[in-house]
C-alpha cells in the first residue's frame, strides 16, 4: 500500500547484490492463517559487487526469529524487508515467519483458493512467503519441505521422499525464487508420461481437483506435443525426473511456468468438449506450450532484472506462435495475432501507457506484464529471424542455450548472440527495443522507363517521456502483380534503415500492383492512399494470404467510415469480393470466417480518431448494425445453403478443420439470426451437443435480442460449473445491446454467483462489459462510473487484477469532450481513494498523463 510518495525504479540503477545464495532450505508448516515458513540459506559475498549491504525483501510477514551460523540477531525491520549486519565471509541465514494465506487475497505469495494452498512468486511475491534476495538475477537450488494433512504436496523439481504428513522436493536447477511454487491439497492427477530424445523417460501429472479429471486430456496431449516439437525444432530437452501442471480457480494471470511446476488458471487448462469452444481448446494448446517453452527461455536462461522482461515472455510467445502455426495453419496464426496485436497492443503504444517493449523505469513491476512486452516483443524477435534468415536465427539461438544456459541475461546478451552468428551490427535494430511507439510508414509509387520505384518514408509519433524518435531498421516483405493478377516478383524482404528510402524494381512488362508488407512483416501502421479497386484486385488475386485479408479489411474500415461519416450505404463492390471468397470452397473455412469478421467498433473509433474525427460510439454501432443487416440481405439467398455445406457431421473434435468450419458457420450464423428471427440459432441452441455451438447461437440469440429464455436455460444447465458460468456472465454484457448493457452489468454484479474475489468472474463481467463499446461509452457516463465504483472496490483486496483493467480507460482521449471530462472525474475518484493501492496509482496516475 502506498505510504510515502511512490518510488520509481530505472533500469540504469542496476546494480548486482551483495551477496551470492548457494543453497536454500525452505519448510512449511501449511495452516490457513498461521502457516510457518522456516528458511535456511546459505550466503556467500558476491565478488562481482561492490555494495555489502545486507537487505532482504519481505512484505506482510512475521517474523518470530532469526540466526545468522547459529546466532540469535535482531535486524532492522521495514515495510519492504530487513536489513542486517553480516559477516564478511560466507554465512548461514536461519529465520522463521508466519503468513496468513487465507486472507491473502492479492493471490500473490502463498494463498488459498477453493480449500487448496498454492503460490504464485513472479513478479515479487516470494517476498510474501519470507525474507529473501527476490530478484531474478539471485539463483540458487532449493530444498523444499512440505509438512500438511493435504493428501498432495508439490513443488519445484523432482520429488525427495515423503511419508506420513510431510513430503520433501529437491530442484536441483539454480533458479531465481519468482519460479518457486507450492501447491497442497486434496488434488487427484491426469497421469502420463514421456519419453525425451536422449531416452529419459519423465513423468507428467495434470493435478486438478476431484471433479475435474475429466478435462486433462487435451491439456495432456498439449504438453506432450510441445516437448516433441520444441526437441524438434529448438533441440531443447526436458532436464527434470517429473513434470507438474496444477489447475487453480482464483489467478490472476493466464498461467505460470515454475520450474517443474507450472501453475495455470484453471480456465487455461481444463478442458471438455461440452463445456470449452474451440477458441478455449486452442488456447489452452498455446498456453500450455508457452508455459512448458518458457523452461528454456526463462528458467535454464532468466532475466537479469524485472527491465529484461522482453528477454524472456517475447520470445516465448514467439516460440508458441510457431508452435501454433505448425500444430494448425500459419496463415490463421497470423492473422489472427495481428488482430489480437492491433486492438490491444496498438492503442497501448499510441496512448498514454506507451512504454518500450523494455522499458526504463517503473513504479510496481506487475503493470508491465503488457501487450507491449509480450506481443510487440514477440514481433521484435520475428523481424530478427525476417532479417537474418531462418538458418542463421537457429544457429543464433543455439549459440544463445549454449553461452547463457544457467544466467541471468539481458537484452544486450541476446542481441549479441545474433551479432556473433551472423555478423551483423545490430545497434539500429535495438531502438525496436529502447523507443517505443508504433511506427508509421508512408508509401508512394512511381513507373516510369520500366522501372518500377517504392519510396518508404518512416515517422514514430512522440509518446510520454521520448519526443524524438531516430528512424528503425524495417523488414518490408513485398510482391508485385502484373495486371492480370499473375505475381511477377515474388516475396522480397526490403531493408528499410533510413528515414526515407526507395526500392526499384526493373525488367516488368507493365506497372505492377504492389502488396507490401506482407505477412504483417512489422508491426507498424503502414500509410497509403490506396483506390477501392486496387484493394479489390488484391482481395482477388493477392497470392499472400494475410494481404489478401488485409486488403479486406481496409475495405471493410473504408465502408464502415463512409457510412458514419457521410451517411453513406455499404461498399457493394467489396461485398461482392468478399462474397466469393466466402463462397470459394477451395480456401480454408478458418481463412473465410477472418474474411467475414469486421473491424471491431473499438477499432473503428481508433481508425475516425486517426482520420481527425471525433468517434461517436453510438454511429459506430449502428452503421456495424447496418452493415451487417445489410449483408445479410444481400446474402439472403446462399447463408442457410452455405452453413450446412460446412456443418460438421462427425464427432466432436477441436482441431483445425472442425473448428475452421464452425467458425464460418457461427459468422453465417450471425447474418442468417437477422432475417429469421433467431429461428436457427435458437435450433442450433436446442441441438448442440458441444459448447462452440452452443455459446455461438447464444451470443446470436442475445445480440438479436431474443435471448432470454436462452440465458435461462444455460444457467439452468451449467449454474455449477465456474468456467462455463464465467462465459455466461460475459456473453450477456458483452453482447447487450448498448442501451441496456449499464442495466445488464447491474443485474450481473447482483446475482448471487457474482464474486469479485475470483478474478476470472471479475473480468468476465467488468470485461466483457468494457468490451461493449456503445454501452460503456454511454453519453451520460453511467457505464465509467459503474466501473470506477467496483475499480474502487477491488483495489483493497486484489491490486494486481484492479490496475490492469484500468486500462480500458486508455484511449479515453479519442472521444469528445463530454465523454473525456466524464472519464477523467471517474479516473480522478479512483486516483483519490484512501490506500490505493500502488499498482492502481501508477496505472490512473499515467492515464490522466
Ligand atoms: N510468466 C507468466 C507467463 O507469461 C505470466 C505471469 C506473470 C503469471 C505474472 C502470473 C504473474 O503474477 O507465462
Redesign the pocket.
Known amino acids: 500500500m502506498k505510504d510515502a510518495a511512490p518510488k520509481t525504479i530505472y533500469l540504469k540503477d542496476y546494480t548486482p547484490f551483495g551477496y551470492v545464495v548457494e543453497s536454500v532450505h525452505l519448510t512449511f508448516r501449511l495452516a490457513p492463517t498461521a502457516t510457518r515458513v522456516i528458511s535456511r540459506i546459505a550466503f556467500a559475498p558476491n565478488p562481482d559487487a561492490s555494495d555489502r549491504t545486507f537487505f532482504l525483501h519481505g512484505e506482510e510477514l512475521s517474523l518470530i526469529w532469526a540466526k545468522i551460523d547459529g546466532q540469535d540477531v535482531t535486524p532492522d525491520l521495514t515495510d519492504e524487508g530487513l536489513r542486517c549486519t553480516v559477516p564478511d565471509t560466507p554465512f548461514v541465514w536461519e529465520a522463521e515467519v508466519e503468513i496468513s494465506p487465507q486472507t491473502n487475497t492479492a ?2 505469495g502463498l494463498y488459498i483458493s477453493n480449500g487448496m494452498y498454492c503460490t ?4 515479487e ?1 516470494f517476498r510474501k512467503i519470507t525474507y529473501y534476495p527476490d530478484r531474478p538475477d539471485v539463483m540458487s537450488t532449493f530444498i523444499v519441505r512440505i509438512e500438511g494433512e493435504e493428501k498432495v504436496k508439490l513443488s519445484n523439481g523432482n520429488p525427495a521422499g515423503s511419508g506420513e504428513g510431510w513430503a520433501e522436493w529437491h530442484d536441483p536447477w539454480p533458479k531465481p525464487a519468482y519460479l518457486f511454487a507450492l501447491v497442497a491439497g486434496d488434488l487427484v492427477n491426469h497421469p502420463d508420461s514421456f519419453t525425451t530424445m536422449s531416452g529419459k523417460q519423465v513423468e507428467l501429472n495434470i493435478w486438478v481437483r476431484p471433479g475435474d479429471v475429466d478435462k486433462c486430456a487435451f491439456g495432456m496431449e498439449a504438453l506432450k506435443k510441445s516437448m516433441t516439437w520444441d526437441e524438434e525444432v529448438y533441440g531443447r530437452e526436458y532436464d527434470l525426473d517429473i513434470f507438474n501442471i496444477v489447475a487453480v480457480d482464483d ?7 515454475n520450474k517443474g511446476l507450472n501453475v495455470f488458471n484453471s480456465s487455461c487448462v481444463l478442458a471438455s468438449p461440452e463445456t470449452s469452444t474451440d477458441m478455449n481448446f486452442e488456447r489452452i494448446e498455446a ?1 500450455i506450450a ?2 512448458y517453452f ?1 523452461n528454456w527461455t ?1 528458467n535454464r536462461i532468466t532475466c537479469r532484472d524485472w527491465f529484461q522482461l522482453c528477454l ?2 517475447g520470445l ?2 514467439f516460440r508458441d506462435a510457431q508452435f501454433t502455426a505448425d500444430m494448425r495453419s500459419e496463415p490463421v496464426k497470423r492473422i489472427s495475432d495481428v488482430i489480437d496485436l492491433r486492438a490491444r497492443q496498438f492503442p497501448e503504444d499510441q496512448g498514454p501507457l506507451s512504454h518500450p517493449v523494455r522499458p526504463e523505469s517503473f513504479q510496481e513491476i ?1 503493470n508491465f ?1 503488457t501487450a507491449t512486452v ?1 506481443e510487440k516483443g514477440a514481433e521484435v524477435i520475428g523481424m530478427l529471424k525476417t532479417l537474418v534468415g531462418d538458418d542463421a536465427y537457429i544457429r543464433a539461438l543455439d549459440l544463445y542455450f549454449d553461452r547463457h544456459d544457467g544466467q541471468a541475461c539481458t537484452i544486450e546478451d541476446w542481441l549479441r548472440v545474433f551479432e556473433d552468428a551472423t555478423g551483423r551490427d545490430l545497434a539500429q535494430f535495438k531502438l525496436w527495443y529502447s523507443q517505443s511507439g508504433t511506427p508509421r510508414v508512408a508509401v508512394s509509387e512511381d513507373w516510369a522507363d520500366g522501372v518500377y520505384t517504392l519510396t518508404f518514408k518512416q515517422h514514430t509519433p512522440p509518446t510520454p517521456g521520448q519526443d524524438v524518435k531516430g528512424p528503425k531498421v524495417i523488414p518490408i516483405a513485398v510482391g508485385l502483380l502484373n495486371p492480370n493478377g499473375d505475381e511477377v516478383v515474388p516475396t522480397q524482404v526490403l531493408e528499410m534503415t533510413q528515414a526515407e528510402q526507395s526500392f526499384r524494381f526493373d525488367g516488368l512488362a507493365s506497372r505492377p500492383v504492389p502488396s507490401i508488407l506482407r505477412g504483417f512483416s512489422a508491426p507498424v501502421v503502414l500509410e497509403r492512399e490506396v483506390s477501392r479497386e486496387e484493394r479489390a484486385f488484391l482481395l482477388a488475386h493477392d497470392t499472400d494470404e494475410f494481404n489478401r485479408w488485409e486488403a479486406s479489411r481496409n475495405l471493410a474500415r473504408d465502408c464502415l467510415v463512409t457510412m458514419i461519416r457521410d451517411g453513406a450505404g455499404p461498399d457493394t463492390a467489396w461485398l461482392d469480393g468478399l462474397e466469393r471468397v466466402v463462397r470459394d470452397d477451395t480456401l480454408d473455412p478458418a481463412f473465410r470466417a477472418l474474411m467475414l469478421s469486421l473491424p471491431t467498433q473499438s477499432e473503428m473509433a481508433q481508425v475516425l480518431f486517426e482520420m481527425g474525427s471525433t468517434p461517436d460510439p453510438d454511429a459506430i454501432w449502428q452503421a456495424a448494425e447496418d452493415l451487417r443487416g445489410h449483408m445479410a440481405e444481400a446474402w439472403r439467398g446462399f447463408l442457410p445453403e452455405l452453413r450446412a455445406s460446412v456443418a460438421v457431421d462427425a464427432p466432436y473434435l477441436p482441431d483445425a478443420d472442425q473448428s475452421g468450419k464452425r467458425s464460418l458457420g457461427s459468422a453465417l450464423l450471425a447474418l442468417q439470426t437477422r432475417l429469421d428471427d433467431g429461428a436457427a440459432a435458437q435450433a442450433q441452441y436446442d441441438a448442440a451437443d458441444n459448447m462452440t455451438l452452443q455459446l455461438s447461437a447464444l451470443s446470436h440469440l442475445i445480440s438479436a435480442g431474443k435471448g432470454d429464455a436462452a440465458i435461462k436455460a444455460f444457467e439452468t444447465q451449467w449454474h455449477h460449473d465456474r468456467l462455463v458460468m464465467d462465459k455466461w456472465f460475459g456473453l450477456q454484457v458483452g453482447m447487450a445491446k448498448p442501451d441496456v448493457a449499464v442495466d445488464v452489468a447491474e443485474g450481473l454484479v447482483e446475482h448471487p454467483a457474482f464474486d469479485m474475489g475470483n478474478p476470472n468472474r471479475f473480468r468476465a463481467v467488468m470485461g466483457g462489459f468494457a468490451m461493449n463499446h456503445a454501452g460503456f461509452h454511454r453519453k451520460d457516463g453511467a457505464g465509467y462510473a459503474f466501473l470506477a465504483d467496483w475499480l474502487i472496490r477491488l483495489d483493497d483486496k486484489n491490486p ?1 487484477t484492479t490496475a490492469r483493467m484500468c486500462s480500458v480507460f486508455q484511449t479515453w482521449k479519442r472521444y469528445d469532450a463530454d465523454r473525456q471530462a466524464l472519464i477523467r472525474t471517474q479516473l480522478e475518484r479512483i486516483k483519490a481513494k484512501p490506500k490505493l493501492s500502488r499498482d492502481t496509482d501508477e496505472m490512473v496516475s499515467r492515464i490522466l498523463g
Open positions: 493471490l500473490e504464485q512468486c513472479e513478479a511475491g489467478f490472476n494471470m493466464g498461467a505460470m511456468e498456453i508457452h508455459e518458457h526463462g524472456k515472455e516465448t510467445v506487475n506484464y509480450y494486481q
